[in-house]
């Protein structure tokens, strides 16, 4: 497994934007895909959008459009710009990476969208 280290969550104003970090470190073997997942307080945790070794992108639909994941392979990091965010954006918001089928998992961090 590999270490997830999230960063960038804070408060913002509806209509705002956030860029949210993920680094990984540790392990042996090449990450594969590499994503975003959220969960609110009272809800189970859903997918906010993925990415492949490849460039390949997959976002939940109430997330394209406004959210845009990105990945650099040589720092083994992954980023997720978020613009035009509503309150039911609120959520903690993890950082996922596949290794060989095994899944690691980030600390979490928060976002919260008010006014």
């Known amino acids: 497994q590999v270490q997830l280290v999230e960063s960038g969550g804070g408060l913002v104003q509806p209509g705002g934007s956030l860029r949210l970090s993920c680094a990984a470190s540790?392990?042996?073997?090449?990450?594969?895909?590499m994503g975003w997942y959220r969960q609110a307080p009272g809800k189970q945790r859903e997918l906010v959008a993925s990415i492949s070794s490849g460039g390949t992108t997959n976002y939940a639909d109430s997330m394209k459009g406004r959210f845009t994941i990105s990945r650099d392979n040589a720092k083994r990091a992954v980023y997720l710009q978020m613009n035009s965010l509503e309150p039911e954006d609120t959520a903690v918001y993890y950082c996922?990476?596949?290794?060989?089928?095994?899944?690691?998992w980030g600390q979490g961090t928060q976002v919260t969208v008010s006014s």
């Open positions: 996922n990476a596949v290794v060989f089928g095994s899944n690691s």
């Open positions: 540790g392990g042996r073997f090449s990450i594969s895909a």
